[in-house]
């Protein structure tokens, strides 16, 4: 039978019914979820407006060969995305798992996040948010599939099995998803369905290996800066030393000596002008940028300066600042004797990201339509940003999402700043696609940091050793003001993603104020994987553990004391910490000292333990046993790699050289060997990974592990050294 | 007259046999002031120190002694900052598999890149090292101490340390040291090459002498 | 410019560039050769590390005018090499990748070290790997697919 021709004004499109599907001019069936629209213009209904013309979105395909493709609404940069929401979808679907491929879906509002409402990949949401919608359309699958089987054989759907891509009758009747796939394109879209019992699960709770490994292993996969089109340009830009400064006037006359570079032209930048160089490869285009004379006006922008900075944050921090959380009585600390008080100022330094891909978009304008392709994690956000600048429409740009080396957030920006640097150079470049590279030294000085900040608090301490009053004051920038964001997260004049993981800790703190002080800057900042609970975590963990130390009471015993009831995943973890850790905890060698920290972020409790000591003069993570409690594990292998891994990216955080820093508006670092991450000799020798048991809903875990590593070694640390650490980075121990 | 120029005679053969002495014994007093100006003569005492300080001052600059460490693991920069990437001494100063010095470091300067090159690129021996475990540089009577200890110094005598100076590719690399990243010449020793090799040679002609004190 | 004729994974190829061009953009963008990754173009990340002459060595920094006669190997030969699938396969039987853009560089070194030493203890491991950098933190799952790819060589 041959297919019906592709349209987009498919028949079975109900007025309430969100999920499309239409056949494919090669036979094959598409499923797809669609926001609640109006009836197709198709329709004879003249008051429909016309739907948005969207490129061909779905989710499932199921060849004709039995391949079942399966479109991930998310951008895959290690945190295994790629495999565990095919796993949800294939499971209710009953799909053979050695069948399934999986692709990184294009800019289109059919892939936004359900609970976000942008398509988007941070706040560790993407099982979180989309557990359930990627099981309806497994299980809406499935059953348009039984329904076609059931009707060629005359039989009730009820009565056939599906396993493995095949359906099954009640007499022996067998046919495969492939076959099926026409047919079951033609069967109503069930408006509800039956999801399976997690006892049912095949694949949802298995450790299952990534799709993507081999290809990772053996250099095939293609990463947005391994991009290649004919007739390609590549292109680097001179930024401006100073963030926002603009071009006054360069000579470039040496640059363009250099063979294979074909032009430089100045661009507008988000705040600012830069000089764009364009060439054949990158190798010349680097090269004539560094041979390019330019004079920079610099003296209508701000020059921060980080010592200039810290004195203004500190004295800040000894003011109140707008209120984040207020209970209790705020003159229960000025009752607190002297003594019985810990007073703490904490800092902590500006951090890049520093994914191992630079940052790179790849832009073809052609007039009337644009095709981009990058690693974004912001998707719909960097589509419209580029038609802004190209003078399109965000549905003329067909925007293809590749796959990442890392983001961390750094690919998560409101302002589309590479993005739109790009989309200015393609449109001089009219019809010719060009490739932006930003180089490391790029990315290291090219801002969107995370931010600055410093914290102040006082703890008035009772007569059992718990806290009784609690003042915290956090200085530091607002990562969301200016951008659309802030109309959500900024409330009262605080932003929740500067107090978050204090101003609602888990911790029964009475007569609790937190505040915070937003300075404005002249450096971009921006989320750095789990955001506030970087720094905040790192404060309460540490005082929790000086308390501890103070009440002579054990660590885990005394964060169970003072942790609210209800802080169920955070007392499941601790309690499995407490156990799994035990057969080493107690018996370290000499000069070896355990640091715990607990921590929830992104609804996932953490506690976590460390074998510490000090080599070289610097800290010696021997050991780190974490215990998470993230709701339902979908893919544990996934689970167990993100926190073993990612309590090496925490580590981050305690590098000797783990700041970026300012002088008179330059920053002072400039690749890896100024700004120093964490290689395999600073990361935990060994890190096992236990998870708590559990059916609730999963959480995230791209963020969860990252909190709790630095304050667990700095609290091993003071075990060892007596000295308390507040100030971030380590550089001496 | 016969006593006067019997006295003379023998004041002479005295003052032949003292020089005769002062010249056959390299570790001799110094002979303050006095100026000899042929050219086969060995250096005195006080020039060969004066020619070792010479010497010091190129074998402590950082071109040299960056790789003249006490640890295991080179420096880098005029700041003599531990070399980044963990890269570390190995067994035969030469790295470790993967992290070879030749990983990096080709047989020549590789001006583009900014990374410094030359024949067989590798770390000094501990035996030859000039700063302590704490990066400090030691003194000079340590390095002289160091550099004229055959036990430590490959069996090198004085003519073989002059021959080191002269031809050792890595010893001329310092002269010739290339470009950094950022297309600036990286700093030059305090002496040309030609001038590190004639100090070395004054210094040698003196029988190598060492200042005695810290 | 210059022309060169490399030999790369045992073919000859002949380029033509400038004599400075790191061997890392050669293989990227006059041969296609994507695999070998560009990180941070000062030799600190390893992520462009391929064999010259048998030697593990940072492409970024190595113009292709010192090159010489030098056999290359990059990552794409490796599924053709015993010990380079011997590493992939231990790589992914222990689900080491996470984003993956370093993981060339890494196996790269990895074999290399396994070349020399076959047997290698933690000490050597952590030596040799020092200087690979791995921004999602996969170092414990490295540190266990080298021990597994040890095993099934020796």
């Given at each position: 039978?041959?297919a019906?021709?592709?349209?987009?004004?498919?028949?079975?499109?109900?007025?309430r019914?969100?999920?499309?599907?239409?056949?494919?001019?090669?036979?094959?069936?598409?499923?797809?979820?669609?926001?609640?629209?109006?009836?197709?213009?198709?329709?004879?209904?003249?008051?429909?407006?016309?739907?948005?013309?969207?490129?061909?979105?779905?989710?499932?395909?199921i060849?004709?060969?039995?391949?079942?493709?399966?479109?991930?609404?998310?951008?895959?940069f290690?945190?295994?995305?790629?495999?565990?929401?095919?796993?949800?979808?294939?499971?209710?679907?009953?799909?053979?798992?050695?069948?399934?491929?999986?692709?990184?879906?294009?800019?289109?509002?059919?892939?936004?996040?359900?609970?976000?409402?942008?398509?988007?990949?941070?706040?560790?949401?993407?099982?979180?948010?989309?557990?359930?919608?990627?099981?309806?359309?497994?299980?809406?699958?499935?059953?348009?599939?039984?329904?076609?089987?059931?009707?060629?054989?005359?039989?009730?759907?009820?009565?056939?099995?599906?396993?493995?891509?095949?359906?099954?009758?009640?007499?022996?009747?067998?046919?495969?998803?492939?076959?099926?796939?026409?047919?079951?394109?033609?069967?109503?879209?069930?408006?509800?369905?039956?999801?399976?019992?997690?006892?049912?699960?095949?694949?949802?709770?298995?450790?299952?290996?990534?799709?993507?490994?081999?290809?990772?292993?053996?250099?095939?996969?293609?990463?947005?800066?391994?991009?290649?089109?004919?007739?390609?340009?590549?292109?680097?830009?001179?930024?401006?030393?100073?963030?926002?400064?603009?071009?006054?006037?360069?000579?470039?006359?040496?640059?363009?000596?250099?063979?294979?570079?074909?032009?430089?032209?100045?661009?507008?930048?988000?705040?600012?002008?830069?000089?764009?160089?364009?060439?054949?490869?990158?190798?010349?285009?680097?090269?004539?940028?560094?041979?390019l004379?330019?004079?920079w006006?610099?003296?209508?922008?701000?020059?921060?300066?980080?010592?200039?900075?810290?004195?203004?944050y500190?004295?800040?921090?000894?003011?109140?600042?707008?209120?984040?959380?207020?209970?209790?009585?705020?003159?229960?600390?000025?009752?607190?004797?002297?003594?019985?008080?810990?007073?703490?100022?904490?800092?902590?330094?500006?951090?890049?990201?520093?994914?191992?891909?630079?940052?790179?978009?790849?832009?073809?304008?052609?007039?009337?339509?644009?095709?981009?392709?990058?690693?974004?994690?912001?998707?719909?956000?960097?589509?419209?940003?580029?038609?802004?600048?190209?003078?399109?429409?965000?549905?003329?740009?067909?925007?293809?999402?590749?796959?990442?080396?890392?983001?961390?957030?750094?690919?998560?920006?409101?302002?589309?700043?590479?993005?739109?640097?790009?989309?200015?150079?393609?449109?001089?470049?009219?019809?010719?696609?060009?490739?932006?590279?930003?180089?490391?030294?790029?990315?290291?000085?090219?801002?969107?940091?995370?931010?600055?900040?410093?914290h102040?608090?006082?703890?008035?301490?009772?007569?059992?050793?718990?806290?009784?009053?609690?003042?915290?004051?956090?200085?530091?920038?607002?990562?969301?003001?200016?951008?659309?964001?802030?109309?959500?997260?900024?409330?009262?004049?605080?932003?929740?993603?500067?107090?978050?993981?204090?101003?609602?800790?888990?911790?029964d703190?009475?007569?609790?104020?937190?505040?915070?002080?937003?300075?404005?800057?002249?450096?971009?900042?921006?989320?750095?994987?789990?955001?506030?609970?970087?720094?905040?975590?790192?404060?309460?963990?540490?005082?929790?553990?000086?308390?501890?130390?103070?009440?002579?009471?054990?660590?885990?015993a005394?964060?169970?004391?003072?942790?609210?009831?209800?802080?169920?995943?955070?007392?499941?973890?601790?309690?499995?910490?407490?156990q799994?850790?035990?057969?080493?905890?107690?018996?370290?060698?000499?000069?070896?000292?355990?640091?715990?920290?607990?921590?929830?972020?992104?609804?996932?409790?953490?506690?976590?333990?460390?074998?510490?000591?000090?080599?070289?003069?610097?800290?010696?993570?021997?050991?780190?046993?974490?215990?998470?409690?993230?709701?339902?594990?979908?893919?544990?292998?996934?689970?167990e790699?993100?926190?073993?891994?990612?309590?090496?990216?925490?580590?981050?955080?305690?590098?000797?050289?783990?700041?970026?820093?300012?002088?008179?508006?330059?920053?002072?670092?400039?690749?890896?060997?100024?700004?120093?991450?964490p290689?395999?000799?600073?990361?935990?020798?060994?890190?096992?990974?236990?998870?708590?048991?559990?059916?609730?809903?999963?959480?995230?875990?791209?963020?969860?592990?990252?909190?709790?590593?630095?304050?667990?070694?700095?609290?091993?640390?003071?075990?060892?050294?007596?000295?308390?650490?507040?100030?971030?980075?380590?550089?001496?121990? | 007259?016969?006593?006067?120029?019997?006295?003379?005679?023998?004041?002479?053969?005295?003052l032949?046999?003292?020089?005769?002495?002062?010249?056959?014994?390299?570790?001799?007093?110094?002979?303050?002031?006095?100026a000899?100006?042929?050219?086969?003569?060995?250096?005195?005492?006080?020039?060969?120190?004066?020619?070792?300080?010479?010497?010091?001052?190129?074998?402590?600059?950082?071109?040299?002694?960056?790789?003249?460490?006490?640890?295991?693991?080179?420096?880098?920069?005029?700041?003599?900052?531990?070399?980044?990437?963990?890269?570390?001494?190995?067994?035969?100063?030469?790295?470790?598999?993967?992290?070879?010095?030749?990983?990096?470091?080709?047989?020549?300067?590789?001006?583009?890149?900014?990374?410094?090159?030359?024949?067989?690129?590798?770390?000094?021996?501990?035996?030859?090292?000039?700063?302590?475990?704490?990066?400090?540089?030691?003194?000079?009577?340590?390095?002289?101490?160091a550099?004229?200890?055959?036990?430590?110094?490959?069996?090198?005598?004085?003519?073989?340390?002059?021959?080191?100076?002269?031809?050792?590719?890595?010893?001329?690399?310092?002269?010739?040291?290339?470009?950094?990243?950022?297309?600036?010449?990286?700093?030059?020793?305090?002496?040309?090459?030609?001038?590190?090799?004639?100090?070395?040679?004054?210094?040698?002609?003196?029988?190598?002498?060492?200042?005695?004190?810290? | 410019?210059?022309?060169?004729?490399?030999?790369?994974?045992?073919?000859?190829?002949?380029?033509?560039?400038?004599?400075?061009?790191?061997?890392?953009?050669?293989?990227?963008?006059?041969?296609?050769m994507?695999?070998?990754?560009?990180?941070?173009?000062?030799?600190a990340?390893?992520a462009?590390?391929?064999?010259?002459?048998?030697?593990?060595?940072?492409?970024?920094?190595?113009?292709?005018?010192?090159?010489?006669?030098?056999?290359?190997?990059?990552?794409e030969?490796?599924?053709?090499?015993?010990?380079?699938?011997a590493?992939?396969?231990?790589?992914?039987?222990?689900?080491?990748?996470?984003?993956?853009?370093?993981?060339?560089?890494?196996?790269?070194?990895?074999?290399?070290?396994?070349?020399?030493?076959?047997?290698?203890?933690d000490?050597?491991?952590?030596?040799s790997?020092?200087?690979?950098?791995?921004?999602?933190?996969?170092?414990?799952?490295?540190?266990?697919?080298?021990?597994?790819?040890s095993?099934?060589?020796?």
């Amino acid at each position: 039978m041959t297919a019906a021709p592709h349209s987009a004004n498919d028949v079975l499109l109900s007025r309430r019914s969100f999920l499309r599907v239409s056949a494919t001019v090669a036979g094959g069936l598409i499923v797809s979820l669609y926001p609640d629209i109006p009836l197709h213009a198709q329709e004879a209904d003249q008051a429909a407006p016309k739907p948005k013309v969207y490129p061909p979105d779905a989710f499932v395909q199921i060849r004709p060969d039995g391949k079942i493709l399966i479109t991930v609404n998310r951008l895959e940069f290690g945190q295994g995305v790629q495999t565990s929401l095919p796993m949800i979808l294939a499971d209710e679907m009953d799909a053979d798992w050695s069948q399934v491929i999986a692709e990184l879906a294009p800019a289109a509002d059919v892939y936004r996040d359900p609970v976000y409402g942008m398509q988007m990949v941070g706040g560790s949401g993407s099982i979180a948010h989309s557990f359930q919608q990627y099981r309806e359309l497994g299980a809406k699958t499935r059953a348009m599939l039984v329904a076609a089987a059931a009707a060629q054989w005359n039989v009730a759907p009820t009565q056939c099995h599906t396993e493995a891509s095949v359906v099954q009758g009640p007499s022996g009747q067998s046919a495969r998803y492939a076959e099926l796939a026409e047919a079951a394109a033609q069967q109503p879209v069930p408006a509800t369905v039956q999801l399976k019992d997690p006892s049912q699960f095949r694949l949802v709770g298995k450790r299952v290996r990534r799709l993507d490994s081999r290809s990772k292993c053996d250099g095939s996969v293609k990463f947005g800066l391994d991009l290649d089109l004919p007739g390609m340009q590549t292109a680097v830009v001179a930024h401006p030393p100073v963030f926002g400064a603009r071009v006054k006037s360069f000579d470039d006359k040496a640059a363009r000596g250099v063979a294979g570079v074909h032009e430089v032209f100045e661009i507008p930048l988000v705040k600012g002008t830069g000089v764009a160089v364009i060439a054949d490869k990158f190798w010349p285009a680097k090269q004539a940028r560094d041979r390019l004379k330019i004079d920079w006006d610099l003296s209508a922008v701000e020059h921060a300066d980080s010592a200039q900075l810290w004195t203004q944050y500190k004295a800040l921090a000894r003011t109140p600042g707008n209120a984040a959380v207020s209970r209790g009585d705020q003159k229960k600390l000025d009752t607190v004797a002297a003594s019985n008080r810990i007073v703490a100022e904490y800092a902590f330094p500006y951090l890049a990201h520093a994914p191992m891909e630079p940052l790179n978009t790849t832009i073809r304008f052609d007039g009337d339509r644009a095709e981009a392709w990058g690693g974004s994690q912001f998707q719909t956000v960097d589509q419209a940003a580029i038609a802004e600048v190209l003078g399109l429409k965000p549905e003329q740009v067909t925007f293809h999402t590749e796959m990442a080396g890392g983001g961390f957030g750094r690919r998560a920006v409101a302002d589309s700043h590479v993005q739109r640097e790009t989309a200015a150079i393609a449109k001089r470049l009219r019809g010719t696609p060009v490739k932006l590279i930003w180089t490391r030294e790029d990315d290291v000085q090219g801002g969107y940091y995370r931010p600055m900040h410093v914290h102040r608090a006082e703890i008035g301490i009772g007569p059992d050793g718990m806290p009784l009053a609690w003042r915290h004051v956090i200085v530091g920038q607002s990562i969301v003001a200016g951008t659309p964001f802030a109309a959500i997260i900024v409330k009262n004049g605080v932003d929740a993603t500067a107090v978050e993981g204090t101003a609602d800790t888990h911790y029964d703190i009475p007569n609790f104020h937190v505040s915070a002080h937003h300075p404005v800057v002249n450096v971009p900042v921006l989320w750095w994987r789990s955001v506030g609970h970087t720094h905040t975590a790192f404060v309460m963990e540490t005082l929790i553990d000086e308390l501890a130390t103070r009440a002579k009471a054990d660590p885990i015993a005394y964060r169970r004391k003072l942790l609210k009831p209800d802080a169920k995943k955070l007392r499941a973890a601790l309690d499995l910490l407490e156990q799994k850790s035990a057969p080493w905890r107690t018996t370290l060698p000499q000069g070896h000292a355990v640091g715990i920290a607990c921590h929830e972020s992104f609804e996932t409790g953490v506690a976590c333990a460390v074998d510490v000591s000090i080599e070289n003069k610097r800290p010696r993570i021997h050991r780190v046993t974490i215990a998470v409690d993230p709701g339902l594990a979908v893919n544990p292998l996934t689970v167990e790699s993100q926190f073993q891994a990612g309590v090496a990216f925490g580590v981050t955080q305690l590098m000797a050289q783990g700041a970026i820093t300012l002088k008179d508006g330059r920053v002072e670092q400039r690749n890896f060997d100024g700004y120093t991450p964490p290689y395999i000799v600073d990361a935990p020798v060994a890190v096992d990974v236990h998870i708590v048991p559990s059916a609730e809903a999963p959480s995230g875990c791209g963020e969860p592990p990252v909190p709790v590593i630095a304050p667990a070694v700095v609290n091993a640390l003071a075990k060892l050294t007596g000295k308390r650490y507040r100030s971030l980075p380590l550089v001496t121990v | 007259m016969r006593a006067y120029k019997a006295m003379l005679q023998a004041t002479s053969v005295i003052l032949v046999a003292c020089a005769a002495w002062s010249a056959s014994n390299p570790i001799s007093s110094a002979r303050e002031g006095v100026a000899q100006k042929t050219t086969a003569r060995a250096s005195t005492r006080a020039e060969g120190l004066a020619a070792w300080q010479q010497v010091y001052s190129v074998l402590t600059h950082a071109r040299c002694v960056n790789c003249h460490t006490a640890t295991n693991y080179p420096q880098q920069g005029d700041d003599r900052h531990r070399h980044f990437a963990n890269v570390v001494r190995g067994p035969d100063g030469k790295g470790v598999p993967v992290l070879q010095c030749v990983t990096c470091h080709q047989e020549s300067n590789a001006d583009s890149t900014g990374v410094p090159g030359g024949h067989n690129w590798h770390l000094a021996p501990l035996s030859m090292q000039w700063q302590d475990l704490n990066d400090k540089i030691l003194s000079s009577a340590e390095v002289c101490q160091a550099v004229t200890d055959r036990s430590k110094n490959d069996h090198l005598d004085g003519q073989g340390l002059l021959r080191h100076h002269e031809e050792e590719p890595l010893v001329l690399w310092a002269f010739q040291p290339g470009r950094r990243i950022d297309g600036t010449p990286r700093t030059l020793p305090p002496l040309t090459h030609e001038q590190f090799v004639a100090a070395t040679r004054t210094w040698v002609e003196a029988g190598t002498p060492c200042p005695q004190n810290r | 410019m210059e022309t060169y004729t490399l030999t790369v994974n045992g073919q000859p190829k002949e380029v033509t560039v400038d004599p400075g061009t790191p061997l890392l953009w050669v293989l990227r963008e006059d041969l296609k050769m994507t695999g070998t990754k560009y990180g941070c173009g000062i030799a600190a990340c390893g992520a462009c590390t391929v064999h010259v002459g048998g030697v593990a060595t940072r492409s970024c920094v190595v113009p292709v005018s010192l090159i010489g006669d030098r056999p290359i190997v990059t990552i794409e030969a490796m599924a053709e090499d015993p010990v380079g699938r011997a590493v992939q396969d231990a790589w992914v039987s222990h689900d080491v990748v996470q984003c993956g853009y370093c993981q060339s560089g890494q196996i790269m070194s990895a074999v290399a070290l396994l070349r020399s030493t076959p047997k290698p203890t933690d000490t050597n491991i952590e030596a040799s790997m020092g200087g690979n950098l791995c921004r999602c933190g996969t170092y414990v799952r490295i540190r266990e697919a080298i021990k597994t790819a040890s095993q099934q060589l020796t």
